[in-house]
């Protein structure tokens, strides 16, 4: 029970809220109770209908990043909305093997414990202490997602190298080796040569690095026996790899070259090696690009690669798998990459046959586990053909059976799909899902298989075709992604059937919408439609969002090397969950970056602190014995703020509807953010304190019920971005009898709520207040003296709508004379009664002289500031400051101006110049303005 004591006529309420909001403390109370209700289950809800996601699940290697956070609060925002709108809602969590990264990270664990390699160890013991790795890592993953407050529900957790997922993938695989989909071959793949191991493209990052082209002579053989040849002997080729010409077996020319089409047919002779090769002609080659020849070394450059297939070119590897020479050449074995370059560029400049040499900046790939330069590189490996199951994924999103937000992204999506390739699925690991063909070690059977048992079982059954009990398995593990691309199948039981029945696979496959970040669309997006599609002929999901990608407030990629990594628990801490989801969701729609400042959470923690802080005001009255709830719709005493607010609340409603279903969740979050801080708080709930504490009961009563009624609705419609505080607020706002704020429907737009009159008036009367308002700020007017004020306004009914609402408008404004006229017409009125025709011919001939003035959406609005303050030495003041800030902007620009300065000054020292100069540009202009309008 409060105590109510009174002061005057002004109730004072001593209510249970704290002063201030603390997230902790709200946090640590909700999350148990939501999770140990059951409130994150599937259940029934009104429209009968489900709504599945399933997370991205995150890398069993170590902390959530900012990403993590941005995912995860898009989708908790999605399943809270689904779920308060009446769909029986299900999010599936879950936790990602990561074979490479989790196994480089125990790899250097284990070394710097006991200075010892896996292969020291053995395999089954190196298993053994990633699994007891994983299951500590793991918890820790759950407890930060927890922190987040994602509605999950925990009970269908599933990781990637669970039973249910390691049968899938058995499965998948047996299937498509038998299909012949699946094969073995020597084919050109990234190489690590770190961790010694095939990579995906999807795990090469790549640098751009200072590097060289190296022009070598490539002698042409008995040039001089050909009379149709006039006088070349040699052929200048560019390259940034010189080490490479060890592995040359062909010089391409583009055959439509006038310059060299004449030598196709003829051989070179490769420098150093004195390799005889011929010179081809292929398309490949661009004109006018470098010297127009190509050396083509298939075993170590992708594009060469598919130049050797055409012309049926042999295959040299100069690499060991610790990327070092072997003995193609004796003389370069055993030295590094960088070493042989250097060797092989000193013996070309003795021989004569080194030409030149350009400095140069270029992109190379890195490894991003182990940040080594990623080689090119023919290895035996398992493929996957994929191109029918890749035909069939852009089939689905071109008949829209799979829909991309924003649409554009499709065209990342088709641009691998269109032209697969086959799809490199080993790795030479020991964690991961181990490939299931098995060798018979019979010299005389010599038979592989491929099998859905573990290697036990084939060695009690024997080989199929001698029987022989002798029987290994491929050593190499899949692909993380082999298994990531059944993720929308394996988390709801397939391919047990007993699984699918617990986890309802028919009610909620195929799921409603995936959130991911662009730069897997090719990875795992593109994997999840083909292996979903050949496995059920159905999609794995409707939807497919696209999020941005979370970088530094300079627009930089987060890194380690660049230490500007923000830790999400980190915000977290300081300025709670609600705060950093918030600002997420408000930076994300169909944008491709969010350039994460700290500031912009601190910005919108302050935007919670006022939610609380305006309940803190309103919870008083509504806990009054007379604080009713009416029946808003039908009530015909809402007077014109009512009508307005509600107005208000309802397009708010309605945008908030449409946006979340179209991912606009920027559109969503600061829509109610200006609802809330612009409309509610600065204005509804101040023209409501002369009613509060008013004297008239009625009038009370009703204001009462409509701030009630508003906030419930500005609880709910908040609640899936920010579902802690408002979870807090609803305790304290709730019936008796209603539970919690995640399980009430979600706002519905009211046509009966539509007062247009009263919403188009009363926003142009704010906007007019709120422009006289700027204005006395400008010239330091202080808040209490009275000025006087020229309105020039288009229209007569809103006029009209001025005139009436003129004692309003003086009060809030502090206006002790007001004049309004309609633009280019006569008629006038004045608040001290008079009105009817001006002498001038148009009402703007009655400018006030010495007067400031600014424009609103319908309205010109004139201070004259003759007797406020000395115009002559205001004018002085603000000429000075225009020099000066002329004078210092003049300077940023010429910094800026500065190529030296732009290409080598810190970017984020760039960035502040930039925004230093673009706050002073803006001064400048409202100087400008300010002394033009004197």
Same mark, same amino acid.
């Given at each position: ?5 009174? $002061? ?19 946090? &640590? ?12 289950? /599937? *259940? ?32 908790? =925002? ?11 809602? %299900? ?25 010892? $390699? ?46 249910? /997922? ?50 070598? !002579? ?95 070119? /042999? ?26 370059? &250097? ?10 046959? #080194? ?80 490939? /299931? ?61 007993? =699984? ?52 530094? !407030? ?24 609600? &705060? ?29 602190? !006022? ?15 007379? =604080?009713? $709830? ?190 309004? #006229? ?33 424009? $609103? ?22 000429? *000075? ?14 910094? %800026? ?38």
């Amino acid at each position: 029970m409060n105590d109510v004591t009174t $002061t005057g006529q002004h109730p004072i309420i001593q209510n249970e809220l704290s002063k201030t909001y603390n997230p902790k403390e709200v946090e &640590a109370k909700w999350y148990p109770i939501w999770k140990n209700g059951k409130y994150f289950k /599937p *259940k029934k809800g009104k429209t009968n209908k489900t709504y599945s996601i399933i997370m991205p699940p995150p890398n069993v290697t170590g902390k959530l990043h900012m990403g993590h956070a941005l995912d995860n609060t898009l989708q908790d =925002a999605l399943i809270r909305f689904k779920r308060m709108k009446g769909f029986e809602t %299900l999010w599936i969590p879950g936790a990602d093997h990561a074979g490479i990264a989790t196994q480089a990270v125990v790899e250097k664990k284990i070394w710097d414990e006991q200075r010892k $390699t896996r292969h020291q160890i053995g395999r089954k013991e190196f298993l053994k202490t990633i699994w007891q790795w994983k299951d500590a890592h793991q918890d820790f993953i759950i407890n930060q997602l927890e922190k987040l407050g994602v509605s999950t529900d925990w009970d269908y957790f599933v990781f990637t190298m669970d039973p249910i /997922p390691n049968e899938a993938v058995r499965k998948v695989f047996v299937e498509w080796y038998n299909e012949g989909l699946i094969f073995q071959t020597d084919y050109i793949i990234n190489w690590d040569p770190v961790l010694q191991s095939a990579i995906s493209d999807a795990e090469v990052e790549h640098k751009e690095v200072k590097g060289a082209f190296h022009y070598i !002579k490539y002698m042409i053989k008995d040039i001089s026996n050909d009379s149709n040849i006039n006088h070349i002997d040699h052929l200048i080729i560019a390259t940034t790899r010189p080490e490479t010409l060890l592995g040359d077996t062909a010089v391409a020319v583009n055959p439509e070259d006038e310059r060299f089409k004449h030598l196709i047919g003829k051989k070179v002779i490769i420098p150093i090696v004195n390799r005889e090769v011929p010179i081809i002609g292929d398309n490949h080659v661009d004109i006018s690009l470098g010297t127009g020849c190509l050396k083509v070394t298939p075993g170590h450059d992708f594009n060469d690669f598919e130049i050797g297939k055409r012309h049926n070119l /042999p295959l040299v590897n100069i690499l060991e798998r610790d990327g070092r020479l072997n003995n193609i050449a004796p003389a370069y074995q055993g030295l590094t990459v960088l070493d042989a370059r &250097a060797k092989i560029i000193k013996e070309l400049e003795d021989q004569g046959l #080194y030409f030149k040499k350009e400095e140069c900046t270029h992109q190379i790939g890195h490894g991003e586990r182990s940040g080594s330069i990623v080689e090119p590189m023919v290895s035996k490996q398992w493929f996957v053909n994929v191109k029918k199951m890749a035909q069939d994924s852009v089939s689905a999103v071109e008949t829209d059976l799979m829909r991309f937000y924003h649409k554009s992204w499709e065209n990342t999506f088709f641009a691998w799909l269109k032209e697969p390739r086959d799809w490199c699925i080993s790795r030479q690991l020991w964690w991961g899902h181990q490939i /299931p063909v098995f060798y018979c070690e019979n010299e005389k059977c010599n038979h592989l298989w491929a099998s859905v048992n573990n290697l036990e079982a084939e060695e009690e059954q024997g080989c199929p075709k001698c029987k022989n009990k002798k029987i290994t398995q491929d050593p190499d593990v899949l692909d993380t992604w082999f298994s990531s691309g059944l993720w929308a199948l394996s988390t709801l039981g397939w391919p047990n059937e007993k =699984a699918m029945k617990e986890k309802s696979f028919a009610k909620f496959f195929p799921t409603s919408t995936l959130v991911t970040g662009f730069d897997i669309i090719f990875f795992w997006v593109a994997r999840m439609m083909m292996m979903t599609l050949k496995n059920t002929n159905q999609v794995p999901f409707h939807h497919t969002y696209i999020h941005a990608i979370v970088r530094d !407030k300079h627009g930089r990629k987060m890194s380690k090397s660049l230490g500007n990594g923000i830790d999400p628990l980190d915000i977290i801490e300081q300025y709670g969950t609600d &705060a950093l989801r918030f600002t997420l969701a408000a930076g994300s729609g169909y944008n491709r970056y969010i350039n994460l400042d700290p500031a912009q959470t601190e910005g919108y923690r302050n935007f919670i602190n !006022k939610l609380w802080n305006a309940f803190r005001f309103i919870h008083p009255f509504i806990k009054e014995e007379h =604080a009713i $709830t009416l029946d808003l719709i039908n009530s015909n005493e809402l007077i014109h703020h009512d009508r307005w607010i509600l107005s208000e609340l309802n397009a708010v409603i309605d945008t908030c509807n449409k946006a979340i279903d179209e991912y606009r969740f920027d559109d969503t979050s600061l829509c109610i953010y200006s609802f809330v801080y612009d409309k509610f708080c600065s204005w509804y709930i101040e023209l409501s304190k002369p009613i509060l504490y008013g004297d008239d009961l009625d009038q009370k009563r009703q204001r009462i019920s409509i701030l009630k009624y508003i906030f419930r609705n500005i609880l709910s419609l908040l609640h899936p971005i920010t579902p802690f505080i408002t979870e807090e607020l609803w305790e304290n706002l709730k019936e008796e009898g209603e539970d919690l704020l995640i399980v009430q429907e979600y706002p519905e737009a009211n046509e009966k709520l539509n007062f247009t009159y009263d919403q188009h008036n009363m926003n142009k009367f704010v906007e007019i207040v709120t422009a006289i308002r700027n204005l006395r700020q400008s010239v330091n007017i202080k808040p209490k003296d009275e000025v006087e004020i020229f309105l020039f306004i288009e229209g007569n009914e809103f006029k009209d709508y001025i005139e009436k609402s003129s004692s309003s408008l003086n009060d809030l404004a502090k206006i002790k004379k007001l004049h309004s #006229y309609l633009l280019n017409e006569k008629s006038f009125h004045s608040n001290d009664g008079s009105s009817g025709e001006s002498n001038a011919k148009s009402g703007r001939q009655n400018i006030p002289a010495k007067s400031i003035s600014i424009a $609103t959406s319908n309205c010109e609005i004139y201070l004259p500031l003759s007797g406020l303050i000395d115009v002559d030495e205001y004018v002085n003041r603000l000429k *000075k400051d225009l020099i000066k800030t002329e004078t210092d902007y003049g300077k940023l620009q010429a910094k %800026l101006g500065n190529k030296n300065f732009s290409d080598n000054a810190p970017i984020e020292v760039v960035t502040e110049v930039k925004e230093k100069a673009l706050e002073l540009g803006k001064k400048l202009n409202s100087l400008k303005t300010m002394l033009n309008n004197f």
